[in-house]
């Protein structure tokens, strides 16, 4: 624990790190740390869900000094297993806002491997008592990205000109192109596919099962290369049903009016997401996350060249040999 404290500490103080948000995950048991980088990619697809995750439950009709839900796409999580920072997360926020717990959490496996994040997300349900929705976006390339470096025909093309802004880099282009951004010759991204599996507790049990893909627990959707989130959806109204009983269990323990019972009783979801609304989110994410690799490697490249870097070795050998 004192090693997370400490790079934590040093990455504050680096601005590179505040301007990147890096986020810091710490295994206890295993004494892990891992370092992840948010993206726009995932970003975006993942705002949409959570704009979902925010209006839906507002419209369970409860005072807000009785029940209120909180929406976070960096919320500190700390027990016993693991200190994270998760991508998405509701709490239920009860006591006229001074208590709070985790209701529903998700990650995104894309700046971060599979493994570590169901490692995250088994943590999460060990030591969270009061989950009842962990879910995952699963994003993967077609092929790892590099950069153009700097002496390459596509690096010596680029370097030749000024930095261009977002709008003159995507001129020529159709957003549909964006599962394989291609611009000046060289691959800035590509997309093999994104996944969202999502995983409820089931009535009766105390805990999500994660390792149960067969039964209503689990439910999984595809926004690329195909669109298919009948079943995510499906699961989503689910999940805000077991939202919905622990508003009785709270109406309950508050010996609220029957009035308040009877309304949160005839509440039913509203509509689901709209598959539109993720699409154009992951298309805007994809050329988003391209364009900030270019935007990082030719700013890179303006204020520290790597010919200057290899005179300045050279320089330095021929003068040893002195």
Known sequence: ???????????????????????????????????????????????????????????????????????????SVIVESVRAISD???????????????????????????????????????????LLVVGKLLIKQGQQYHSPGSKGSAALRLRSSNLMTQEEWTSGHDADEFEQVVVDGHTWLMLSSVEIHVRMRQAGNSKIELNDTDGNGYAFGTLFPTVNLGDINNAFQRCFELVKQEVFVELES?????????????????????????????????????????????????KKPYNMTSRRISTSHSGNRG
């Open 1 to 75: 624990m004192s090693d997370y404290i400490y790079v934590k500490d040093r990455l504050e103080e680096c601005l590179w790190y505040r301007k990147t948000w890096n986020r810091l995950t710490y295994f206890s048991m295993s004494e892990r740390l891992m370092v992840s980088s948010p993206s726009a990619l995932h970003g975006s697809v993942m705002g949409t869900i959570m704009g979902h995750l925010t209006s839906v439950p507002e419209t369970i009709p409860v005072p807000m000094d009785t029940v209120i839900y909180r929406t976070f796409s960096a919320n």
């Open 88 to 130: 998405l997360t509701v709490k239920m926020c009860t006591r006229g806002g001074r208590v709070g717990k985790s209701i529903w959490l998700m990650e995104s496996a894309f700046s971060q491997s599979d493994s570590d994040v169901m490692r995250k997300l088994n943590a999460y349900v060990q030591d969270i008592p009061s």
């Open 254 to 302: 508050i010996n609220a009016d029957r009035a308040l019972f009877d309304r949160t009783a005839a509440w039913s979801p509203p509509c689901p997401m709209e598959s539109a609304s993720l699409r154009s989110a992951l298309v805007y994410g994809a050329w988003a996350m391209a364009y900030d690799r270019y935007a990082h490697w030719r700013t890179t490249l303006q």
